[in-house]
Antibody, heavy 121, light 107 residues
Framework: QVQLQQWGAGLVKPSETLSLTCAVY????????WSWIRQPPGKGLEWIGE???????NYNPSLKSPVTISVDTSNNQFSLRLSSVTAADTAVYYC???????????????WGQGSLVIVSS | DIQMTQSPSSLSASVGDRVTITCRASQSINTYLNWYQQKPGKAPKLLISAASSLQSGDPLRFSGSGSGTDFTLTISSLQPEDFATYYC?????????FGQGTKVEIK
């Protein structure tokens, strides 16, 4: 049974850096892309970006704050850093696995529990 | 980037009703379309992948259809546990994109 457990600071000051880490337990870490997705309070889901075990990344160009996703394969973990945050970055942040579902179809099939990050001074 | 548009944004329905939610992509995405169910305070849960493949263990009253740009999620007979927000998501290319969500409420 695959489980994703995430953690990080819940309160970040404006202009500082948001940092979250997600650990993967059970299943294989390699062979998948691992994503960060966020959800502002009362709003919809926004994909932030993804990484695989080789460190290959893809990011959503619509994000205003600079994003870095990194991987630690020795511990089956991946991390999110969002720099120069503003109040607009206040959201529940989720980590998720993108699994394969027949042919080259993919979907987010395992999710972390979510972390509420508030950007406020 | 591919934009996903769901309709309606919300709906009120009664237990036993047939419910249909529509998702439209801004360009053709073949059948690279997923549906998620989200309940308050919880992470989204994958419900349907590749437009029409229901996840193992999920009730058969849920079904998905469509290809190209137009997709549908149908709940054949709404049950109390189905009241939630539903999101479509394209996996055709990056950046991945979600629809804005459809909240299904009790009438």
């Amino acid at each position: 049974q695959v489980q994703l457990q995430q953690w990080g600071a819940g309160l970040v000051k404006p202009s500082e850096t948001l940092s979250l880490t997600c650990a993967v337990y059970g299943g294989s870490f390699s062979g998948y892309y691992w994503s960060w997705i966020r959800q502002p309070p009362g709003k919809g889901l926004e994909w932030i970006g993804e990484i695989n075990q080789s460190g290959s990344t893809n990011y959503n160009p619509s994000l205003k704050s600079p994003v870095t996703i990194s991987v630690d394969t020795s511990n089956n973990q991946f991390s999110l850093r969002l720099s120069s945050v503003t109040a607009a970055d206040t959201a529940v942040y989720y980590c998720a696995r993108e699994g394969g579902y027949g042919g080259d179809s993919y979907a987010f099939d395992y999710w972390g529990q979510g972390s509420l990050v508030i950007v406020s001074s | 980037d591919i934009q996903m548009t769901q309709s309606p944004s919300s709906l009120s329905a009664s237990v036993g009703d047939r419910v249909t939610i529509t998702c439209r992509a801004s360009q053709s995405i073949n059948t690279y379309l997923n549906w998620y169910q989200q309940k308050p305070g919880k992470a989204p849960k994958l419900l349907i992948s590749a437009a029409s493949s229901l996840q193992s263990g999920d009730p058969l009253r849920f079904s998905g259809s469509g290809s190209g740009t137009d997709f549908t999620l149908t709940i054949s007979s709404l049950q109390p546990e189905d009241f939630a927000t539903y999101y479509c998501q394209q996996s055709y290319r990056s950046p991945r994109a979600f629809g804005q969500g459809t909240k299904v409420e009790i009438k």
